[in-house]
């Protein structure tokens, strides 16, 4: 069982559409979560930490359920530019960084 | 800006023949990682420094070494390239207590 696992899509959707991505871990001891978008061929870049009382940015919510051991990722409104890998990130402390494969997303005009 | 920067960009090696991929930062911080990534699969940790505190992970094969000079530079070393390694290597920094890692542009290895 990999140890961050996500649905690798693709997710096909249309500009305004509301797009949620999953996203569960195995390892308990993970203390910290993140989201990082990956453009094609491009380098990861953060877009958001996680927050055990979930937190949102503009068109962006992530939530975390320790007890599932489950986060997920909420895009509103999706914009073209939204269209891009979405990689998951667990990190156990001592810089252990874990992640998901990621989940594609396409926004179609 | 301040940034991470990898040379070379592209690299093409030959099977066997010992590689180098070069990453340095100006950000400052005192971790940095390197990770291979395959494609359409997750980036994989293959080690980190914490300062001059090298920390390798369990399954990363022998033939990857590195080298932190200083602060600002660190090196991948492949001993001797298998076709298997092709790949993107990512190079990353973070500061410690921050958990926010910022990527290099990466480097594709090529191997014939």
């Known amino acids: 069982r990999k140890e961050v696992e996500q649905d690798p899509g693709p997710f096909n959707v249309p500009e305004g559409a509301t797009v949620a991505f999953n996203c569960t871990y195995s390892n308990s001891a993970s203390q910290s979560f993140f989201w990082y978008r990956q453009d094609c061929r491009k380098e990861p870049k953060l877009l958001m930490s996680v927050y055990s009382s979930g937190n949102e940015d503009g068109r962006f919510t992530a939530q975390l359920n320790r007890a599932s051991q489950y986060i997920s990722l909420l895009i509103r409104d999706s914009k073209l530019s939204d269209s891009a890998t979405y990689l998951c990130?667990?990190?156990?402390?001592?810089?252990?960084?874990?992640f998901g494969a990621g989940t594609r997303l396409f926004v179609k005009a | 800006d301040a940034m991470v920067i990898q040379n070379p960009r592209y690299q093409v090696t030959q099977f066997g023949k010992p590689v180098t991929l070069s990453c340095s930062q100006t950000l400052n911080h005192n971790v940095m990682y390197w990770y291979q990534q395959k494609s359409s699969q997750a980036p994989k940790l293959l080690f980190h420094y914490y300062d001059k505190d090298f920390n390798n992970e369990a399954d990363t094969p022998d033939n990857f070494q590195s080298r932190r000079p200083n602060t600002s530079f660190c090196f991948l070393d492949i001993r001797s390239p298998g076709l298997g390694d092709a790949a993107m290597y990512l190079c990353?920094?973070?500061?410690?207590?921050?958990?926010?890692?910022?990527f290099g542009p990466g480097t594709r290895l090529t191997v014939t």
């Open positions: 990130v667990a990190d156990t402390g001592g810089f252990k960084t874990i």
């Open positions: 990353a920094t973070s500061e410690q207590g921050e958990n926010e890692q910022y």
